[in-house]
């Protein structure tokens, strides 16, 4: 067989020395303080505590909040390198830090007081207290402006009740910001937010839920029973709360797009290096043509995706990325993470063990095209801009 030098990863101009250093520290911490033990955080359905404290003095934790608030103080760029390089390691336990660092952190940044940033930032940066998103209910998902947990005001505060589901860090979480109903009538206008201390009388949370991937990322259901929060523990404007999400969007699903470009190229890696060590019929598995044509397409395809999505990148730092655009970056890379399934095939039985990192992979990365909104929901908001 004829072979050629493979072309190189194409350089990343987006990225400077200062992004490249602080990428190796990300990768580093990972390699030795996540990898060694994920097997057995899976097991134990969710990572230890004391992790998340590590992280935050190791800086992975708020890398783009402000150093005024204890985050790192980074460009968008420094959050993408740690979505990245969680993805490479493929550290699914810690898909937490981004909901904690890159979902609610800006909230509190982007619409808190200064007093709940000054409070809770820090916090949060430092990994004492773990933030969680709480928007999913039984009975809503897609569909947010559906949400039933209702937020009634009393002398002092309001009054949560209600039921979520699906939250990340669900089990670890010291606060949650609840998505509720405080004007039941108005629909989308009528969604507050309130900062939720997970210790308040009335708060509980279900069991760990039994995913099929993603096994050391606790995920939970939380219940709430009048649960009493006071006034100052409102974000942002009363009824404005479902105006705030949409705005989060953008960078939510430019960084799962970032992930879910990273999880193929990895993978795809990984199969490339497997297929020409293993042997069947007396030579190497990558000598069949249906193989390797088939590899090629990927490479292809992983190769699209990244241009495409490192373009949308360019568009966010420049604040020109649309919510179509972030839409299609998203539906793009995770519906180009499906190939997956073709590479786990080129592992033959040893794909489907969970000690290859593949048969993980086919699992772990499968969500990216359900949660920060469906493909099917991206396709509506594409549509909408059509
Ligand atoms: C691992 C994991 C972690 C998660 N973490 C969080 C979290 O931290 N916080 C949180 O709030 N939520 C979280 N979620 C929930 C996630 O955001 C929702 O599952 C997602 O928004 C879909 O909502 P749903 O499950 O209710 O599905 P539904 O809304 O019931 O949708 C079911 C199916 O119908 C499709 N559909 C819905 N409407 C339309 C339409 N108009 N046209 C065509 N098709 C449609 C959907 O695309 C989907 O395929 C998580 C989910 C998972 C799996």
Redo the contacts with the bound molecule.
Sequence with gaps: MTTTTPSPAPARPLFDADHELYRSSVARFIAERITPFHAEWEREGQVPRQLWRDAGSAGLLLPGISDDYGGGGGDFLFSAIVVEEIARALATGVTGFT?HSENVAPYLAEFGTEAQKREFLPLMASGEVVG?????EPG????LKAIRTSAKAVDGGFELSGQ?T???NGHHADRVIVFAKTRPEAGARGISLFWVDTRSPGFSRGRVLD?IG?LAQD?AELFLDRVFVPADMVIGELDAGFGYAMSGLIRERLLIALRCAVALETALQWTVDYVKQRQAFGKALIDNQFIRFRLADIKTQACATRAFVDACLAQYLQGTLTADGAAMAKLWASEATRAIDDLMQFFGGYGYMREYPIARAYADVR?NR????????MR?VIARGL
Excluded: C, R, V
Aim: net charge negative; aromatic share 8%.
């Design positions: 909901t969680s998103l709480g928007m999913t809503a998902g897609s569909d979520k699906f939250i990340t995913k993603q995920t969500p359900i949660y920060g909104g469906s493909s099917e929901i509506e």
